[in-house]
């Protein structure tokens, strides 16, 4: 038998080893029982088991008592059906995100496309145009990716000069992550044979922005599918049912849905979306352009704004890391506000360009303490604090926002967003 020891902390706030911790089969908040309590016949035979159950659905649906568990969603004015869902991070576990939890990003609505109707070109610089219907397309050898996607102004709330006080999924969730499932986009490029003065790929979707953006060919080349299914189904409606590009590791925008077009060029298009947006200026005065790769970035969803600590003692911490490079090697956390860190257990699998789950526990003493998490990918990357980040690329930031996040406690128990 271990002793007591085990327990004592690894960092300070009272951060706990996680295998040592689950060894001493503690108990965090089940009720112990008296024999006169198990007399009651409730506890054998409850209500739910006294009659039969409701029929089958063509379709599952989550439970009724599940309904907070939605998108937050907002429309903004600049076109009909331009705007944002978040998906709601603090309510979730695990590394998958559900499909109808799957954040949306729209420029101009949810086109209706009828699969029988849709058909994706491949022309340019290629030696054979091709016209793709949808149907050619599932005839293909398929391959199937775990990834994340996640909008490059995803978090840029945080670019504020004050934290703004909201659930965690309303600042952070413009990111979500599926197993995608569809053709390499290899397989269908090297049909068109490419002439070797192609450089760019200009991606185009069937939606009422028509909106477009410039990809490397090498991208497209290594690693990136034409996704015809998300979580095992045909991509939904709002994720670019029948099929959408999949740019592994690399700024959502890229992620073209309802793709009808891919045109070969040597040049990119210069769209909006990587000239009036998704470009940053600098704090020497000039803008970053075809910054696609997201880097490494973590969140503690358990506990978050929102949630409340009601007693002190045990709480399991959790989260998320993950990385455009890779996979994640590492998270600390600390729960003294990043004077000591400890490292937590990350959980399998961890893939590449991935939604990873970390876990540490923590015994809270119920008095103030700042939470903090800090990913470190394969290629050593580590995720920055604000004021590094704020240094290094000047505080009119409005995309690619990947700083460590801070969850301060106080001796209530209740959880606000801070710097620090
Ligand atoms: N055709 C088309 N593709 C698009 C968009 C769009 O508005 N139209 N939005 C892009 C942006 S900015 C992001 S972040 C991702 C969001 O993908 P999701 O809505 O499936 O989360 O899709 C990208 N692909
Ligand atoms: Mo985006």
Same mark, same amino acid.
């Given at each position: 038998?271990?002793?007591?020891?085990?327990? +004592?902390?690894?960092?300070?706030?009272?951060?706990? /080893?996680?295998?040592?911790?689950?060894?001493?089969?503690?108990?965090?908040?089940?009720?112990?029982?008296?024999?006169?309590?198990?007399?009651?016949?409730? =506890? $054998?035979?409850?209500?739910?088991?006294?009659?039969? %159950?409701?029929?089958?659905?063509?379709?599952?649906?989550?439970?009724?008592?599940?309904?907070?568990?939605?998108?937050?969603?907002?429309?903004?004015?600049?076109?009909?059906?331009?705007?944002?869902?978040? +998906?709601?991070?603090?309510?979730?576990?695990?590394?998958?995100?559900?499909?109808?939890?799957?954040?949306?990003?729209?420029?101009?609505?949810?086109?209706?496309?009828?699969?029988?109707?849709?058909?994706? !070109?491949?022309? %340019?610089?290629?030696?054979?145009?091709?016209?793709?219907?949808?149907?050619?397309?599932?005839?293909?050898?398929?391959?199937?990716?775990?990834?994340?996607?996640?909008?490059?102004?995803?978090?840029?709330?945080?670019?504020?000069?004050?934290?703004?006080?909201?659930?965690?999924? @309303?600042?952070?969730?413009?990111?979500?992550?599926?197993?995608?499932?569809?053709?390499? !986009?290899?397989?269908?490029?090297?049909? &068109?044979?490419?002439?070797?003065?192609?450089?760019?790929?200009?991606?185009?979707?069937?939606?009422?922005?028509?909106?477009? $953006?410039?990809?490397?060919?090498?991208?497209?080349?290594?690693?990136?599918?034409? #996704? =015809?299914?998300?979580? %095992?189904?045909?991509?939904?409606?709002?994720?670019?049912?029948?099929?959408?590009?999949?740019?592994?590791?690399?700024?959502?925008?890229?992620?073209?849905?309802? !793709?009808?077009?891919?045109?070969? +060029?040597?040049?990119?298009?210069?769209?909006?979306?990587?000239?009036?947006? @998704?470009?940053?200026?600098?704090?020497?005065?000039? *803008?970053?352009?075809?910054?696609?790769?997201?880097? *490494?970035?973590?969140?503690?969803?358990?506990?978050?704004?929102?949630?409340?600590? /009601?007693?002190?003692?045990?709480?399991?911490?959790?989260?998320?890391?993950?990385?455009?490079?890779?996979?994640?090697?590492?998270?600390?956390?600390?729960?003294?506000?990043?004077?000591?860190?400890?490292?937590?257990?990350?959980?399998?699998?961890?893939?590449?360009?991935?939604?990873?789950?970390?876990?540490?526990?923590?015994?809270?003493?119920?008095?103030? &303490?700042?939470?903090?998490?800090?990913?470190?990918?394969?290629?050593?990357?580590?995720?920055?604090?604000?004021? #590094?980040? $704020?240094?290094?690329?000047?505080?009119?930031? @409005?995309?690619?926002?990947? #700083?460590?996040?801070?969850?301060?406690?106080?001796?209530?128990?209740? $959880?606000?967003?801070? @710097? &620090?």
């Amino acid at each position: 038998m271990k002793t007591k020891q085990d327990l +004592t902390p690894i960092a300070g706030g009272g951060l706990l /080893d996680r295998r040592l911790f689950l060894k001493k089969g503690l108990t965090f908040s089940a009720v112990v029982l008296s024999s006169d309590a198990l007399a009651n016949s409730d =506890l $054998i035979r409850p209500e739910s088991s006294k009659i039969a %159950g409701k029929p089958f659905l063509n379709y599952g649906v989550p439970s009724e008592y599940e309904r907070q568990t939605i998108r937050w969603t907002m429309a903004n004015s600049m076109a009909d059906g331009n705007g944002v869902s978040w +998906t709601p991070l603090q309510d979730l576990e695990g590394m998958i995100t559900p499909n109808g939890l799957h954040f949306e990003r729209h420029h101009n609505g949810v086109p209706t496309i009828d699969p029988k109707q849709h058909q994706l !070109l491949i022309h %340019g610089m290629v030696n054979q145009s091709l016209l793709f219907e949808v149907e050619d397309l599932l005839r293909y050898p398929m391959t199937s990716l775990f990834c994340f996607i996640e909008c490059g102004g995803n978090s840029n709330a945080a670019w504020r000069k004050k934290p703004i006080q909201t659930k965690l999924g @309303y600042f952070h969730g413009m990111a979500s992550c599926s197993e995608w499932t569809g053709v390499p !986009l290899r397989l269908l490029l090297n049909e &068109a044979k490419i002439k070797g003065r192609a450089k760019w790929l200009i991606a185009e979707g069937a939606d009422a922005s028509l909106m477009n $953006i410039s990809l490397p060919l090498e991208k497209a080349l290594d690693d990136c599918i034409i #996704a =015809l299914y998300q979580n %095992g189904e045909r991509i939904r409606p709002e994720n670019g049912y029948p099929l959408r590009l999949i740019v592994p590791g690399w700024e959502g925008v890229l992620n073209v849905k309802w !793709l009808r077009r891919l045109h070969l +060029t040597n040049r990119p298009v210069m769209a909006r979306n990587e000239t009036s947006k @998704y470009t940053e200026l600098m704090p020497s005065g000039k *803008a970053r352009q075809f910054t696609f790769v997201m880097e *490494a970035k973590s969140l503690i969803t358990q506990p978050s704004f929102g949630h409340k600590l /009601d007693r002190k003692g045990f709480y399991e911490i959790s989260g998320l890391a993950w990385s455009g490079r890779g996979k994640i090697k590492k998270v600390e956390v600390s729960a003294d506000g990043g004077k000591t860190w400890a490292q937590a257990q990350l959980q399998d699998p961890v893939l590449s360009r991935c939604f990873t789950r970390f876990r540490i526990p923590w015994q809270w003493q119920g008095k103030t &303490a700042v939470l903090k998490s800090r990913a470190t990918d394969e290629t050593g990357y580590v995720q920055p604090e604000r004021d #590094a980040l $704020i240094k290094a690329r000047g505080s009119h930031g @409005y995309f690619h926002y990947n #700083a460590i996040v801070s969850w301060k406690i106080n001796p209530e128990g209740r $959880i606000s967003h801070v @710097y &620090a």
